[in-house]
């Protein structure tokens, strides 16, 4: 990885520079990051190189930004071969503990497509000594950043750390399956005593971390507040959703994961929602729908996506010891209403393609497969993470993520762990098998 080292400069103009003479990634940019058109910053790997990654940085008045909540956007542009591209802000204070970072790496920029804007922000330490912005690429290619914006924010005060550790053990002790493998009191009043009146939420981070980590679920988890923020703005689909027409008239559907704001959900569900009535007339055999890589995120939006396939009924639930299940339903739990659905395929036969990537909301569409009529499924068992969490927001904005909920199919079968697929095939043969029980079902 060759790193591009800033120069120190004020926070407005955003200078660049690379650390050696002969690098694998050029870097170039100008502009005032605090204007309305804002900075613009090309990164390039030269041609013949072979770094699997650069980075671009350039540093910000520390004094400027300490203390506040820094907001930074970009409208990337990739091409050629380039893997994914990124924002990146980053903080340092006196000691190690200090120091914060937050990139849109996980947020994927697909090269060669239409232009994506990006948002990140850091809440900077009162006494840092140093903050830097910058720009990373991944593979080859140029990443080109417009509109490079800067927004220095004083955070919220009325948020203390104490109350704010308080909050998020109430909801653990309440909500998490898990939770009665931890004694709540004990660890509450240890971490209380170890905090102090008067500092902020995010002192109570640590401490939040830990009492996720003592649940042991392997599904819960904590968001600060600055990745909350951008997880709720940026489009996070993991990949390009795969709509295609295989031999002897076999559609083929493949489901990426997917997080992400309510425009990037629409542009989601309608993109493999429109895609199979196109394809449909062509389609003699029934389909495949491809699970092995997604990773999860929502599946509401999975659902709505091939909603057409599931039909209107049930299609499984949630489960907790001492409730009634909560049923799904395809085309519900949307962040806005999807478009009425007008081509009715719950009667095609369906092959489901499973592996060791599917996790988490890509098992629930697993689940919702499971004992449907002229369906099976092949390939590997999933990850083991067939089971729900429920987001709990706290009071300075980060989130909880606790797994609150088995999965159960639309017959009450429960899962909670792996879903195992009904026929065990290498990957690599995965599709074949799947395509050839097809061709065995009755043509449409």
């Given amino acids: 990885m060759i790193i591009l080292v800033p120069l120190a400069v004020g926070a407005e103009e955003l200078h660049w520079s690379t650390a050696k003479r ?18 613009s910053v090309t990164l390039s790997r030269v041609d013949n190189a072979n770094d699997q990654a650069g980075i671009a940085g350039s540093q910000i008045d520390a004094h400027l930004a300490a203390g506040k909540i820094v907001e930074l956007t970009g409208l990337i542009e990739t091409t050629g071969s380039a893997a994914n591209a990124a ?4 903080a340092d204070g006196p000691t190690r503990a200090e120091h914060v970072f937050q990139t849109t790496e996980p947020y994927p920029i697909a090269s060669g497509g239409v232009p994506a804007m990006r948002r990140i922000r850091i809440t900077v330490p009162a006494n840092a000594t140093s903050v830097v912005v910058g720009v990373a690429l991944m593979g080859g290619g140029t990443a080109h950043v417009t509109h490079l914006n800067l927004v220095f924010r004083e955070p919220p005060t009325h948020v203390g750390a104490d109350a704010l550790l308080h909050q998020a053990v109430a909801a653990l002790r309440e909500n998490a399956l898990a939770a009665g493998k931890v004694d709540w009191d004990s660890f509450e009043r240890e971490a209380q005593s170890h905090l102090s009146a008067g500092q902020p939420a995010s002192a109570a981070y640590p401490t939040i971390r830990d009492a996720v980590r003592r649940l042991d679920d392997g599904h819960s988890r904590f968001i600060d507040a600055d990745s909350a923020w951008a997880q709720s703005l940026n489009d996070g689909t993991q990949s390009i959703p795969d709509v295609h027409l295989l031999p002897d008239g076999i559609g083929y559907v493949a489901l990426p994961g997917f997080t992400g704001p309510a425009d990037a959900e ?3 569900i309608q993109a493999i929602a429109l895609a199979m009535s196109r394809l449909a007339p062509e389609v003699k055999h029934g389909w495949v729908v491809d699970l092995r890589q997604d990773s999860g ?6 659902f709505a996506a091939v909603h057409s396939l599931l039909g209107d009924g049930e299609i499984g639930a949630f489960r907790k010891p001492g409730a009634d299940d909560a049923h799904w339903y395809a085309g519900v739990g949307l962040s806005m209403p999807a478009k009425p659905i007008s081509l009715d395929l719950s009667a095609s036969p369906v092959a489901v393609l499973l592996g060791p990537h599917t996790s988490s909301a890509g098992e629930a569409v697993a689940v919702a497969f499971h004992g449907r009529p002229a369906t099976r499924s092949f390939g590997s068992p999933t990850s083991g993470q067939a089971n729900s969490n429920e987001t709990m927001p706290l009071k300075d904005g980060s989130l909880l ?3 609150a909920f088995i999965d159960v199919d639309r017959h009450g079968v429960a899962f909670g762990q792996q879903v195992d697929p009904d026929d065990r095939v290498d990957d690599a043969a995965v599709l074949d098998h799947a395509t050839a029980w097809l061709a065995q079902q009755p043509t449409l």
């Fill in 297 to 302: 995120g929502t599946m509401w939006p999975m």
């Fill in 266 to 268: 629409t542009r989601y």
């Fill in 87 to 90: 924002l990146w802000m980053s």
């Fill in 401 to 403: 993520v606790v797994k």
């Fill in 22 to 39: 002969t690098s694998a990634f050029t870097v170039t940019g100008s502009g005032d990051a605090c204007l309305a058109g804002g900075a």
